[in-house]
């Protein structure tokens, strides 16, 4: 997730754990809010958070962090914007189904 920061900003724009936060911040010279602005996030479990943005979108984020015994750490975001043949309501319904997949004891969504 660290590697080449591109895991650490995409997890900073849904989840506010401090060692996300200090990575984006020592990896980037001015400091990213953390949520990204306009997204309302609502924390599912320690590793799973929904939002919804200004503009309409819904998304979920599953995260794990990296260890001290070296594992990497992974973050998959998963969105969905309303609009053509999706519905606000369909999209909380994909959402609501990976959130609950997300973290299953099988494996999780990686």
Partial sequence: MWHGA?????????FDDLVVVDEVNRVYPKSIRCPSAGRRVTRVN???????????ARGVGWMVLPSAQGADGFITV?????????????????????????????GGAG
């Fill in 78 to 106: 998963l969105t969905c914007r309303p609009g053509g043949i999706l519905t606000p309501a369909d999209c909380d319904t994909i959402v609501a189904d990976y959130a609950a997949r997300a973290d299953a004891p099988a």
């Fill in 46 to 56: 320690p590793r799973v958070a929904t939002f919804v943005d200004a503009d309409g």
């Fill in 6 to 14: 591109i895991g650490s900003v995409s997890a900073c724009s849904i």
